[in-house]
């Protein structure tokens, strides 16, 4: 039960996280252009209407895949509970890394579609 109980919360921190750095690129992200922290791109970085453009549309792509993924990681989390020998070792590391890599790929597809909306509105 204490290895499902610290996969359980490894499975929740990146929904978390998509929610929290959402919220806080929605608000338009880091105020100056920098090379150090933020969503940098070179077309988010070309001007600063890009710059905040590219934090506020990837800041609500990132709350609705952590909205989405955080029910769905810890229903499947929660759902080996109810299997017969759902504790096992190996089935809750194997469900927790498929989840991993589920969301590491939620977390890469915002990327795409921010530089496409970036494309179009900012073209360089």
């Not at 992200?29 to 090379?35: A, D, F, L, T």
């Not at 933020?38 to 909205?67: C, D, P």
């Not at 769905?72 to 089935?91: K, Q, V, Y």
Request: hydrophobic share 55%; charged share 15%.
């Amino acid at each position: 039960m204490g290895l499902w109980a610290f996969m359980f919360v490894v499975a929740l921190l990146l929904p978390i996280l998509l929610l929290c750095m959402g919220a806080a690129f929605k608000k338009g992200g880091p105020k100056e252009i920098n090379g150090v922290v933020g969503y940098r791109t070179h077309r988010s970085m070309q001007s600063v209407e890009a710059w905040r453009f590219a934090h506020q549309y990837s800041g609500a792509l990132f709350q609705k895949i952590g909205l989405v993924s955080l029910p769905l990681s810890a229903a499947a989390m929660l759902a080996l509970l109810f299997f017969e020998n759902g504790l096992e070792n190996g089935l809750v590391c194997l469900v927790a890394l498929v989840l991993l890599v589920l969301q590491v790929i939620a977390l890469l597809a915002p990327i795409y579609f921010t530089e496409r909306e970036l494309k179009k509105r900012f073209p360089l």
